[in-house]
Nanobody, 124 residues
Framework: VQLQASGGGLVQAGGSLRLSCAPSGRFLCLYGMGWFRQAPGKEREFVAGMHWTTSTTFYAESVKGRFTISRNGRENTIDLQMNSLKPEDTAVYYC??????????????????WGQGTQVTVSS
């Protein structure tokens, strides 16, 4: 499975961005997908996750009510709509996929496929 992320950019605080992650290859075998982010000097952290077939969603407390993860069935992408962005949301965002059920959605070790990162910068 290969993952292609897109949609990052520069936005002012309070603005919105939409990230998209397109899986290719044997993506129909996927169990779930997620988004993580890594700011300079910090560890990679969980942002949001979704079960591939049931569409059950999971969010980090820091983004609840502001970010929405969804599946675009027509284009087979997992999107992350980010609203009310804050400077502390600045990071490289990574999409990830898992083909196994074991492991919490919030743990990077639960995912076995990773896309390249896309930069999100929120100016104050």
């Amino acid at each position: 499975v290969q993952l292609q992320a897109s949609g990052g950019g520069l936005v002012q605080a309070g603005g919105s961005l939409r990230l998209s992650c397109a899986p290719s290859g044997r993506f129909l075998c996927l169990y779930g997908m997620g988004w993580f982010r890594q700011a300079p000097g910090k560890e990679r952290e969980f942002v949001a996750g979704m079960h591939w077939t049931t569409s059950t969603t999971f969010y980090a407390e820091s983004v609840k009510g502001r970010f929405t993860i969804s599946r675009n069935g027509r284009e087979n992408t997992i999107d992350l709509q980010m609203n009310s962005l804050k400077p502390e949301d600045t990071a490289v965002y990574y999409c990830a996929a898992r083909d196994r059920s074991a492991g919490d959605y919030s743990l990077a070790t639960s995912y076995n496929y990773w896309g390249q990162g896309t930069q999100v910068t929120v100016s104050s």
